[in-house]
């Protein structure tokens, strides 16, 4: 049973798709909780920004100058909090996937990457901390060495259960606890 479509109605202008390209799965990021350095680095700069203001108080009650300083550091580091906290949104928020039957590609924005399945050397999935079902399918293509050595790697962000998905991709038959929540990530 395969939780994708065969065929997805799209528009292929916006992709840049080869006329003869059929398109096997669209998809883009699930929402799910932060990670962890998106939450921590926000909450360390508006603490520093509280304890600058803080002393900048604890300046001018004692009579002290420069508190104008210290009160210049607290907004800024309450801007970079702020950026902190919109940098999610900000780099991942227009992501869209698409797997063809020649290539891999994923889109932000009106830019769009690009790999071909059948050069793909290797996958990894990072599952997300608090969501099972969830994880990044990083689709790597090596050329380990000589004078063309490089390495195109492609991120799926956020998908629903990305070890279907790389079945998918590599062009095989899902196994029976692929994207089973009940099933242990060990077993799947």
Known sequence: MSTYS???PLDRSAW???PSEEVIWEGAPTTV??????????LFF?????VSLLFSRLLIVAELPGSNNSVAVA???AACGIAALAAPRWLFGDLAYLVTDKRVLVRRGRFVRSMERRKLTYARILWHRSVPIVGHLE????VPFGPLARRLRV????????DRLLALVRDRTPSEAVG???VQLTER
């Open 6 to 8: 065969a065929a997805v």
């Open 16 to 18: 840049r798709l080869l």
């Open 33 to 42: 909780p932060r990670e962890r350095v998106w939450v921590i680095v926000p």
């Open 46 to 50: 508006f603490a520093v920004a509280l």
């Open 75 to 77: 907004a800024l580091l």
């Open 139 to 142: 689709l790597v293509v090596a």
């Open 155 to 162: 991120v799926l962000r956020d998908v629903r259960e990305p």
């Open 180 to 182: 089973d929540r009940s």
